[in-house]
């Protein structure tokens, strides 16, 4: 079983950056895909992005395009995220999961099979 555990988290303002970490350990973390997803207070989680397996192939939600950027390090079981330009409606706590193979559609199409504790990203203005 893989377990995870994100890092990078904290208040920043209004147009800023964070890089959010997320440390895999357990099973083979390269054969799958990885994704992050977010929640922010009152609302319901929502997917954010995700990578495959290998890296060369990434899909993003709309909110994230041109701003933030998913990528992988499979030499040191560890997926990123990159986030430029934040916002206040960023401010959410922001989980990692495992897809359930190898394609980033297992996080976009299906359910992530395990989920890290989260990290807690908040934007001031």
């Known amino acids: 079983q893989v377990q995870l555990e994100e890092s990078g988290g904290g208040l920043v303002r209004i147009g800023d950056s964070l890089r959010l970490s997320c440390a895999a350990s357990g099973r083979a973390f390269s054969n799958y895909a990885m994704g992050w997803f977010r929640q922010a207070p009152g609302k319901e989680r929502e997917f954010v992005a995700a990578i495959s397996w290998s890296g060369t192939a990434t899909y993003y939600q709309d909110f994230a395009k041109g701003r933030f950027t998913i990528s992988r390090d499979n030499a040191k079981n560890t997926v990123y995220l990159q986030m430029n330009s934040l916002k206040p409606e960023d401010t959410a706590v922001f989980y990692c999961?495992?897809?359930?193979?190898?394609?980033?559609?297992?996080?976009?199409?299906?359910?992530?099979?395990?989920w890290g504790q989260g990290t807690l990203v908040t934007v001031s203005s």
């Open positions: 999961a495992v897809g359930s193979g190898g394609s980033w559609q297992t996080l976009v199409q299906g359910t992530p099979t395990v």
